[in-house]
């Protein structure tokens, strides 16, 4: 076998050098072609045996275009064609004869031979023949590459749609192995604080050997994929050892997380189209790696939260039932005490009323947390007027106002505002409102409620104004005609701005200070919005720190009959 360096300054206007492989047991022959094809500027190697240039296939290519006589010792120049094809499906073949036919004709298109020169031939003939081949090469290869573009199009999207890691490794081989045939496939993946480092095989049996693991290394030192040809197996499927290579770094957001090996027994891997495209499928799978290990622990988050909200549930009713007993005989006994004594003894009996009617109220809100939790809250709707709901609420908490020397004001509107209520769940909504005014308005405040019947564009542009929160999420469907507005204004505290789309989550208070000096645990807005949502309304807040707050909910009111 014999090597035919380029020479320098090949003719004008020839294509780009080309590396040819020229087989002909005529050795005066295959030297005067490649001295010519040498002078055009093509890298040359010539070889006197078929079996020497199926070596020279597998082992030192890829070539851009085999010549070889169709008269060869042993196997003929077809069957090397067809070979050679099977090695690098976008080989230019050109096959020489000393007589044609059409039966020959026939077979060497058969074996995907591109041309044919009819010996004896000129030198021009030579290069026209070997320069039209290796253009119909060239748009062979792109029409490869966009079909393995596209190819590799659909193995992006299926990889990305795989979140489990074991089943989404196993994808990226066999759609690795798809776009570059070979015998078996190793998947490299680095360790991370929830799971070891990991190596998948494809076919499964397939083992990988200390010279397959060196050749990912240098992968990975370099940063490129690495065509690899090994004395040593690289690998071992079936019983076969597998020498030929290519090792290729996956990579997501600049952090190497795992390495990709593709290993055959005879076939060279390491083709320019076959490395691009690999690497390109290796990006893709590098994201769908790290995307799945998110996943993973998202889903590990999330199954840790769910079991801490099942503990939540079974500690809130656990603790309410194990309260209510022993709070109804305080309570009992307070009251006993109270009316039975005067002086001191009736101001002590007072307090410890007072003290367990607030450790009632807490208990009463943690119940409806958890019942709304568990979707087990149930609407029980019957007509209803929301503004004797208002004046009833009123009634029930202005001796509290009255304690604080706070003015509770009740407008009423001008008609009566019928409606299907669940009157618990809107008298409790009330109570809460009514009973924050109260707490964080200072002695002397004034606190106003009203109810009005407002249109839709009414409440939208006064919603708009205000900070999101969940329950103005009702907004984006089909608006009712008009809704039944209910307001709490005070001259209390106020609420920043920054702060006002918190207030309606469970647990939340505006300051620790204030849980301290007022009390509570901040479940009575966020129980607001959530029954406020249950039937169909919105509720929010217009408040400016140290000017007081307004909150309001809205119900929406049925459609008038004509």
Known sequence: MTQHPALPNPQPGSIPPARVLIADDDVTMGSFCARALAAAGHQVLTTTEVDGAITALRTQGPFDLLLTDIRMPGRSGLDLARIAREIDPAIAVVIMTGHSSVATLHASLRR??????????????????????????????????????????????????????????????????????????????????????QVFATPPGATIQPAGREAVAQSLHAGRPLPVTGAEPLALADGRPLSQGLAVPLRAQGEVIGALLLCDSQRALGSPGAVEILALLAHQAGNALRNAQLYRQLDTAYTGLRELDRLKSEFIAIASHELRSPLSLVMGYARMVRDQSQGDQRAYAERVLAGAERIKTIVDDLLHLRDLDRKQTRLNLEPAALDALLRQAVERLAPSAQQKGQALRLVEPESPLPMALDREKVLLVIGNLLANA?????????????????????????????????????????????????????????????????????????????????????????????????????????????????????????????
Request: aromatic share 6%.
């Open 438 to 562: 109260i707490k964080f308005t200072p002695q002397g405040g004034q606190i106003q409620a009203e109810v009005a019947r407002w249109p839709h564009e009414h409440l939208a542009a006064a919603v708009g104004q205000a900070v999101a929160n969940p329950s103005l999420r009702r907004l984006s469907g089909p608006p009712p005609p008009a809704w039944a507005v209910v307001r709490v204004q005070d001259s209390g505290i106020g609420i920043p701005r920054e702060r006002q789309g918190r207030i309606f989550e469970r647990f939340y208070q505006v300051a620790s200070s204030l849980t301290r000096e007022q009390g509570g645990v901040g479940l009575g807005l966020a129980i607001v919005c959530d029954l406020t949502t249950l039937q169909g309304g919105v509720v929010w807040v217009e408040s400016a720190e140290g000017q007081g707050s307004t909150f309001s909910f809205a119900l929406p009111l049925p459609e008038e009959q004509p």
């Open 112 to 197: 995907g031979v591109a041309d044919y020169l009819t010996k004896p031939f000129e030198l021009d003939e030579l290069r026209i023949v070997v320069d039209q081949a290796l253009q119909r090469r060239h748009l062979l290869q792109e029409s490869l590459r966009l079909r393995a573009l596209e190819q590799l199009l659909h193995s992006s999207e299926a990889i990305n749609a795989i979140l489990d890691r074991e089943q989404l490794a196993r994808e990226i081989i066999s759609r690795a192995r798809d776009h570059v045939p070979s015998e078996a496939g190793f998947l490299f993946t680095a360790g991370s604080d929830d799971q070891p480092p």
